[in-house]
């Protein structure tokens, strides 16, 4: 067929559809690789054209174009030369033009090639990009019909998906046209039309003559101008199709083929597999938001436990032990001064149960410090420090920067315990002599930190290790729980830096 012509008539250059009679005398020279040259008005033109005469023409000159391999490109004509006849030296001289329109021809048509690969390659980095972005399946499917459509040039498509709600339903929603999407609403179960027949065989349908195939939507062809389609199922290994993608072409463009079918069934496989991966990553998400809900669960009510058993301790085994002490004393009263051996041993008992009662009351503290619920997260982390001095001999500098805001309960809260576990870890393993803590307000987030001098590690391998980093894993739930992030950098030999920075609940400044 030829696709494309220009005339040159009267000193101008203009667009040249051909009739029948041209079309067939430049498709024979095209086919048959020969010249054409006419002088007597009354030859038989070869391919059925007639005769020069019959159209009006004195004479006529035609070449085809031939490539090195002797492939037609096309062909030329050349009609009713003035002054004469065509001579054996305008033969030779169009088939030199002819050579040089060849070289031309080839490097016209290896330029168009280069582009349409350029934008097939472009199309597919762009629906790989789409694929890495672990989109949702409508929108998928939408970045597989745009993409596709470049690669194989399409005038048009859509694309459907299963609903859950109503087994064996498949619903389109827009059509792709010109470079959007156009409002569209098609449902298709097995059996109705190309997708229907496409779900129901799960294999993919040519219809290169759309208007006239049993399974063609008329009112679809006549809105988009469809003359070809090409249908291929979505479906993961071993499943039974969940979508389906059309492609169309005008009635004027090339037909699909095969080898087209077996591409975009290679797209359509990565797309399954990407929607199978994006279902169990939504999946993994919502387990991990389980999780997380129970761990926050489980922290606030360990925390109202911890205060619970602080406070029983305080009232109930404080109390009984206050008991205890005041009777020992009314005991000792009564007890004669001679022999001095009970007095002694009721002296001793006494000492005994002030050593209890100072042992209950700091346990009960750092279950769950009073001073975090009454007076604030400052109050308590000084109270913190100063334990840590006495009982670990770890100088511990504050720098709290004036803070006495109150936070919300939840963020004090984690706040103090990531304090806690850290100085811990420190007393107990850095061998170091000081430690500084710092809490800062930074409007839009409030930062812990805690420093110390001691003799550090490898923070990738106590991440990495097998039960290692429990304080550190316990620091990051906290943290997480509260949209937060943790940051510890250590090196052996030159001290740890942990920092928690925790969003500010509320409007910025955070008090």
Same mark, same amino acid.
């Given at each position: 067929?030829i696709?494309?012509?220009a %005339? ?18 430049l ?10 040259l ?6 038989? @033109? ?11 023409? &004195? ?10 391999q002797?492939?037609?490109? %096309?062909?030329? #004509?050349?009609?009713?030369? &003035?002054?004469?006849s ?47 972005? /672990? ?21 048009g498509?859509?694309?459907? #998906? ?22 569209l ?20 349908y ?16 006549a ?17 039974a ?25 290679? @797209?359509?496989?990565t ?10 990553l ?13 761990s926050? /669960?489980?922290?606030t ?9 602080? &406070? ?6 404080g ?13 000792? &009263?009564?007890?004669?001064?001679e ?5 002694e041993?009721?002296d ?6 002030? !050593? ?14 009073p ?21 670990a ?12 805001? !109150? ?5 004090e ?13 420190v007393?107990? /393993? ?7 803590v ?18 550090g ?11 290692? %980093?429990?304080? #550190? ?22 001290g ?9 609940? %509320? ?5």
């Amino acid at each position: 067929a030829i696709q494309a012509a220009a %005339g040159w008539e009267w000193g101008a250059l203009r667009p040249l559809e051909p009739d029948a009679e041209v079309h067939r005398l430049l498709l024979w020279m095209a086919q048959s690789r020969q010249p054409l040259l006419a002088n007597d008005p009354t030859q038989i @033109l070869p391919g059925g054209a007639g005769t020069p005469a019959a159209r009006g023409w &004195r004479n006529l000159l035609g070449f085809p174009f031939l490539n090195h391999q002797g492939r037609p490109l %096309g062909a030329f #004509l050349v009609i009713d030369r &003035r002054g004469g006849s065509f001579t054996q030296l305008d033969a030779e001289s169009a088939n030199v033009q002819a050579l040089v329109a060849t070289v031309g021809l080839e490097r016209a048509l290896l330029l168009e090639r280069l582009e349409d690969w350029t934008r097939g390659l472009e199309a597919l980095l762009s629906f790989s990009a789409a694929v890495n972005q /672990h989109l949702d399946p409508p929108a998928l499917v939408r970045h597989l019909v745009e993409h596709a459509a470049r690669f194989l040039k399409a005038s048009g498509g859509l694309a459907g #998906l299963a609903r859950g709600e109503e087994p064996g339903l498949f619903v389109a929603d827009a059509y792709w046209h010109a470079g959007t999407w156009v409002a569209l609403h098609r449902t298709f179960r097995p059996g109705d039309g190309l997708p229907g027949l496409v779900l129901e065989s799960e294999f993919p349908y040519l219809a290169n003559d759309y208007l006239s195939d049993r399974l063609g939507d008329p009112e679809l062809a006549a809105t988009f101008g469809i003359g070809r389609a090409l249908c291929v199922p979505l479906r993961h290994a071993g499943t039974a199709p969940f979508g389906f993608f059309e492609l169309h072409r005008g009635a004027g463009q090339p037909p699909f083929t095969w080898q087209d079918a077996t591409f975009l069934e290679s @797209l359509a496989n990565t797309t399954a597999v990407a929607i199978e991966n994006a279902a169990l990553l939504s999946e993994v998400e919502a387990k991990s938001r389980q999780v997380r809900a129970l761990s926050a /669960h489980n922290v606030t009510r360990l925390e109202e436990e911890r205060r619970h058993i602080a &406070r029983e301790l305080h009232d109930e085994a404080g109390q009984a032990l206050v008991g205890v002490k005041l009777a020992l004393q009314v005991m000792a &009263r009564l007890v004669p001064a001679e022999p001095p051996t009970l007095r002694e041993q009721l002296d001793q008992l006494r000492d005994h149960v002030n !050593r209890a009662t100072s042992q209950i009351k700091d346990l009960a503290r750092r279950l769950r410090p009073p001073a975090l619920d009454q007076l604030g997260l400052d109050v308590a982390l000084r109270q913190l420090a100063s334990e840590v001095e006495h009982r670990a001999g770890l100088a511990v500098e504050l720098d709290l920067q004036g803070f006495s805001a !109150r936070l919300p309960q939840p963020v004090e809260t984690a706040l103090f315990r990531v304090a806690q576990e850290a100085l811990t870890n420190v007393a107990a /393993h850095a061998e170091a002599a000081r430690a500084r803590v710092t809490l800062e307000d930074r409007g839009e987030e409030i930062v812990l930190s805690v420093v110390d001098d001691g003799r550090g590690f490898d923070v990738h391998a106590t991440q990495s290790s097998l039960g290692g %980093g429990l304080g #550190l894993l316990g620091i990051r739930e906290r943290v997480a729980m509260l949209d937060g992030r943790v940051d510890l950098t250590s090196t052996p030999g030159a001290g740890t830096a942990l920092r928690v920075l925790v969003p500010c609940p %509320g409007e910025p400044p955070c008090p």
